[in-house]
């Protein structure tokens, strides 16, 4: 028996069990492509599997880095440099790219937290703000109408 991502019960995960969503898998290949074009179920298979593949040959040299640096985890600078070995420099400033972006989301997720608790407020004292804007909202909205 497997589960929804094809993993079969029990143990790690084989290289047969390694795949990626093909709902979205298909979405990406229909966002990519014109409109008068559309993309045979083999092909997103294929698409899939060479995916599979290339993710498995970064992460494995990036392991490689990893072990090398006597490290235990591997960061993303490992996988920039996975990319600059395999010969896949072109692919580097976009990682680096997507890589500042996580990074700033990270920093504002956190700057939303320390707001709230730069409040002084409450959790009930903000939870009654809230729902006296919502009436104050629904009231301006009814007397709209």
Request: aromatic letters at 4%; proline letters at 3%; one cysteine or more.
């Amino acid at each position: 028996m497997s589960d929804r991502e094809g993993h079969s019960g029990g143990g790690a995960p084989t290289d047969e069990d390694l795949s990626l969503p093909k709902a979205t898998v298909a979405k990406m290949i229909a966002e990519l492509l014109p409109n008068d074009v559309v993309c045979a179920k083999e092909t997103r298979d294929l698409v899939i599997e060479c995916c599979v593949e290339f993710i498995h040959l970064i992460s494995s040299e990036a392991n490689e880095i990893c072990e090398q640096e006597n490290k235990k985890t591997i960061a993303p600078e490992h996988i920039i440099s996975a990319l600059t070995r395999l010969g896949f420099t072109t692919f580097a400033p976009e990682v680096e790219n997507v890589l500042k972006d996580h990074k700033q989301q990270q920093k504002d997720r956190e700057k939303k937290v320390s707001k709230f608790e730069q409040s002084g407020l409450t959790e009930e004292e903000l939870l009654a703000k809230q729902e006296e804007l919502f009436a104050a909202s629904r009231a301006k909205f009814q007397s709209g109408q």
